[in-house]
Structures are given as structure tokens and as C-alpha cells.
């Protein structure tokens, strides 16, 4: 099978699977508006895959097939250019808000695959799978979609001194022909309409965790396995005032009742060790940070441009404190920009023969992003002032009150008073409604606590040659030495 179309990935799901909504089962997500309007979401992005002017940029020909780039591992530093070239393009399309689109989960079982040999060293059959898996992901082209947090029911505890040993996922029972898995991961974003889950351990189990550690893929239909949405944040049939909702990436708690996973679709278990180093080891951690802060630059350019929009639009933008306001906001983007660039410009070759961008302004950003996010709305919502709570519903905007009251919202350089209404609605999307502060939360968390990411990046770190200029500094060259 070839690269995929919008229409063959709405047709897959319709499966059976158990996705609960508002305290009821789900028939057909497509006809659920949240889920299904994010599915065209999803959709589109399969379509644009087949764009004649986008198809090169998305996807390149190997043995004679379309393959999209998020599944080809990059071999060189072009090629992984060309990688961050396609996030961009689909991050674009998303205006950033959609963190795991479909190339997301692509990166991780990519770098999985190629480190296909991290897997054998447990068991030379997972070294199989993994590889097997990411060869059928590439036939298919499925929309992959991952959870892989414990539920907080104890954080100070480990997953084996719970004082419920079924909350955190764990295998039951192994046998002849698979795993039986029990418990709940998190956060499924993306699961509800999803072809397959994706579950992985992230670092750190303690020594008695052995069984909590299962690597493995399923389809969301699989019996046993149940979805619980967390309530939609937007309402999709009015697009004025959720100018962003075919973005709501709606996320989801995962119930596994006693699901039985194959031994062929295993790809790694009982290992708290090899467990804590995979997603780093396998570069996982770096594949799926590139996407996410290329992802990030679309999101840093839509804040950037909505709070220009709104100074220019108001008249303020001739005041001193707000043209600072607006360079610290261009200021993040470029500095959002420059992480990208540093990242690929220093990329080397990994163990598994993949060109890895470099981690560690990758682990950078991902701790100043949400500052800079954060900053980013809070300039938005001081250059809106109360205007961004005062805006008429978008019934007013269709009703006879409108002409009699337009006048009141036009603004001052010529934009009309629908297209101002507009573009404060927009504005509070993106930083003020629930839907905004969704975004917000999704920065801070998407890849783990920022707390324990930056420690990591201190204690991961090769300090000798900052150590060094210390010293050097201790030691200043006399003045008598120079001439
Ligand atoms: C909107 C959103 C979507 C997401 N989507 C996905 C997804 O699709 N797939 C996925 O796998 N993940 C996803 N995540 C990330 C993930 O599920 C977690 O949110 C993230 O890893 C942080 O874990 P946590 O929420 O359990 O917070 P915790 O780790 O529990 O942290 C909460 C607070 O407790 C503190 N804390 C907790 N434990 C410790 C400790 N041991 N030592 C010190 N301090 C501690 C933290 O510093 C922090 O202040 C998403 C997150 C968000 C917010």
C-alpha cells in the first residue's frame, strides 16, 4: 500500500472500537462533532500528502513507494532537513495546535525500528517486532497515537508499592501466544481517533517494576481496550467564536480490561533498567523533540502574528511599550527558531545509523517554550485589553441588532467590525478559553515534568568545558607576559 488519503483513514474508523464520551459509548466518532471534525483535521493531513506541489516535500519514493518522511530514518544531514521541512508543512497546515498529528508518533517508532538491536538485547524476537512493526507502519501509513504516563495515584510511590497494583498498566499473565495487560495509561491524546496505540515505558521505574515496563502496539479497537475522553472544549458548529476548534485535540484516559497484547506486537518487557534508557538510548527522545519544536514555531508564529494583529488593528502599536511588548514576542519566535536550526545543525550519526538532531537544544527549548508561550499570552491578552471580553456572539453578528450596534466594534484602521470581532474571538481561542489553556498545559506537559526534563539536562550534561573556563578565569594570565 501506498501513502494514504484522508477518505482511507475516516473509513478505518469505523471499527468497533470502545470510545466513551460525556458518560455514553461512542457509535461513530465521525458523526460525534468534536471527534469528528478533528478527524477531518487528521484527514486533511493524510490529503496533503497527495498535494502534487506538497508530495515531495511530505514524503519521498523508496522501493518504489510514497513513504512519508516521519517513518524514513535520516540518514544524513539533508535528509533530516528535509524531515523538520515536512513537520513544518504539517505544523503549518495546524497552526502548531495539533501536537500529535499523525507524523508525532511516526518519530518514535522510527527511531524505535532503526534501534531495532537495543530490542534484540533482551530478546532477539523484539528485535523482530520492532522492526516488523515499523516496516507494516510504513505498508500502512495508520495513524499512530501513543500513551505512556502511570496515573498519578501515588507519585512519591513506584508502580509496584501502589496500594492498587492494577492502576498503573501491568502485565497479568504471560502466554504461549501473548501478554494480558491491566491497568490505565495516559494521556491518550489523540487515541479516540487513532488507528493503533502505542505504549512505552519513559524513565523512571524503580527496581520491582519489572512488569509495568511493556512496550507495545495495538489497534484501538481491540476488545478490552476502553477510551474515556476528557469533555470537548469547543464547540465545532460555531466557528466564530472557536475560530480553532478543528484543532481541539481531544485527549483520553486508556482503560486496558485484561487486553491481550500478541507476543508479535511485544517489543520490549520486564527490564526496569533497559526500560529507563529507551526512549533516550533508542533516540526517541530526540526524534519526537524535533518535531516538537518544529511543531512549536508554528504555534510561536500564530501568537506572534495574532498579538501584531491586534496592536496594529487597535492603533497601539505606535507606543513604545507595546512595539517592546511585540519585539519580546518576535524575539521568542526567533529564539524558538534558532533551537530548530541548532538542533539540526548539530545532529550527528547515532549508534543505529541515524542522523540525530542534537538533544540538547532540543531539552532547551522544551524547558523556555512554555515560558515563552506563557509570556507570548500574556502580551496578547494586555494588548486586547477587556475588548477581548466584550466581543458580541456570533448570533449578534447575524441578528437585525447588528447593524443598529456595528459601529461600536469597528476599529479605527479601516478593519471592519466583523473581521475585529473576529479576530478578538480568535485571540481568546488562543489564549483565554478553555481551549487556550488547554494549549498552555499542553506546552508545559506534552513531553513530561519540565522540572525533572531540566534536571535531567544538568545531570546529563558535558559541564568539563564550561568547569574549564571557570578555571581559567581563577587563573588570569599576568600582565607582565605580554609584550
Ligand atoms: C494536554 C496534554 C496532552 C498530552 N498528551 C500526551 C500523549 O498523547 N501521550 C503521552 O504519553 N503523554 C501525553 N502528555 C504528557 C503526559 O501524559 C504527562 O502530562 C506528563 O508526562 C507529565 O506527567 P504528569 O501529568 O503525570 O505530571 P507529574 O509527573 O505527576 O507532575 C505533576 C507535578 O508533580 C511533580 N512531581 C511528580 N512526581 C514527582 C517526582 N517523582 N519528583 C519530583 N516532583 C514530582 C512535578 O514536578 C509536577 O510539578 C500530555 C500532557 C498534556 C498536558
Known amino acids: 500500500m501506498t501513502i494514504r488519503t484522508g477518505v482511507d483513514y475516516l473509513a478505518g474508523l469505523r471499527d468497533g472500537r470502545e470510545v466513551w464520551l460525556g458518560g455514553r459509548r461512542v457509535d461513530d466518532a465521525l458523526t460525534e462533532p468534536v471527534l469528528g471534525s478533528t478527524a477531518r483535521t487528521v484527514a486533511r493531513l493524510y490529503d496533503l500528502q497527495h498535494d502534487p506541489e506538497l508530495r515531495d516535500v511530505l514524503t519521498c519514493s523508496r522501493d518504489g513507494e510514497a513513504q512519508p518522511l516521519s517513518l524514513v530514518v535520516p540518514r544524513n544531514g539533508d535528509e533530516l532537513r528535509r524531515r523538520g521541512t515536512a513537520f513544518n508543512v504539517a505544523a503549518q497546515a495546524t497552526f502548531g495546535l495539533l501536537g500529535r498529528s499523525p507524523d508525532f508518533v511516526n518519530t518514535a517508532v522510527t527511531a524505535f525500528g532503526s534501534a531495532a538491536s537495543f530490542f534484540a538485547g533482551v530478546d532477539p524476537r523484539f528485535g523482530r517486532n520492532i522492526r516488523d512493526f515499523h516496516a507494516e507502519c510504513v505498508r500502512t501509513d495508520r495513524f499512530l497515537a501513543h500513551a505512556t504516563i502511570n496515573p498519578p495515584l501515588h507519585r512519591g510511590r513506584s508502580s509496584s508499592e501502589q496500594d492498587d497494583p492494577f492502576v498503573h498498566l501491568k502485565i497479568v499473565r504471560r502466554k504461549s ?172 550519526m547515532s549508534p543505529w545509523d541515524s542522523w540525530t538532531p542534537a538533544v540538547e537544544p532540543i531539552m532547551a527549548l522544551r524547558y523556555h517554550f512554555p515560558r515563552m508561550c506563557a509570556r507570548m499570552i500574556e502580551v496578547i491578552q494586555l494588548l486586547g485589553g477587556g475588548s477581548l471580553l466584550s466581543t458580541p456572539s456570533e448570533e449578534d453578528l447575524r441578528s437585525e441588532l447588528w ?29 483565554g478559553s478553555s481551549f487556550g489553556q488547554r494549549q498552555m498545559q499542553y506546552e508545559r506537559y506534552h513531553s513530561g515534568d519540565p522540572v525533572r526534563l531540566a534536571a535531567a539536562q544538568y545531570l546529563g550534561y558535558d559541564t568539563s568545558g564550561l568547569l574549564e573556563t571557570v578555571n581559567r578565569a581563577l587563573h588570569p594570565v599576568p600582565a607582565e607576559v605580554f609584550p
Open 177 to 348: 501466544d501473548g501478554i494480558i495487560v491491566r491497568g490505565a495509561k495516559l494521556i491518550g491524546t489523540l487515541v479516540p481517533i487513532a488507528d493503533e496505540i502505542v505504549v512505552f515505558p519513559l524513565p523512571k521505574y524503580a527496581p520491582g517494576d519489572d512488569d509495568y515496563t511493556a512496550a507495545f502496539a495495538i489497534p484501538i479497537a481491540t476488545p478490552g481496550l476502553r477510551i474515556v475522553c476528557r469533555e470537548p472544549l469547543v464547540n465545532p458548529e460555531r466557528l466564530v467564536s472557536n475560530p480553532l476548534a478543528p484543532y481541539e485535540e481531544i485527549d483520553a484516559t486508556c482503560v486496558f480490561d485484561d487486553v491481550f497484547v500478541p507476543w508479535e506486537r511485544v517489543f520490549f518487557h520486564g527490564d526496569v533498567d533497559l526500560a529507563n534508557r529507551l526512549y533516550d538510548a533508542t533516540t526517541a527522545r530526540h526524534h519526537t523533540g524535533h518535531h516538537g519544536i518544529v511543531r512549536g514555531v508554528a504555534k510561536a508564529e500564530l501568537l506572534a502574528g495574532i498579538a501584531i494583529a491586534l496592536a496594529e488593528m487597535s492603533g497601539t502599536r505606535t507606543f513604545l511599550h507595546v512595539q517592546e511588548m511585540l519585539g519580546d514576542v518576535l524575539g521568542s519566535l526567533e529564539l524558538a527558531r534558532a533551537g530548530v536550526l541548532a538542533a539540526e545543525a548539530g545532529a550527528s
Open 403 to 431: 447593524p443598529g450596534i456595528e459601529r461600536f466594534f469597528r476599529a479605527g484602521d479601516g478593519t471592519s467590525a466583523e473581521s475585529r470581532v473576529r479576530l478578538l474571538k480568535l485571540a481568546w481561542d488562543a489564549t
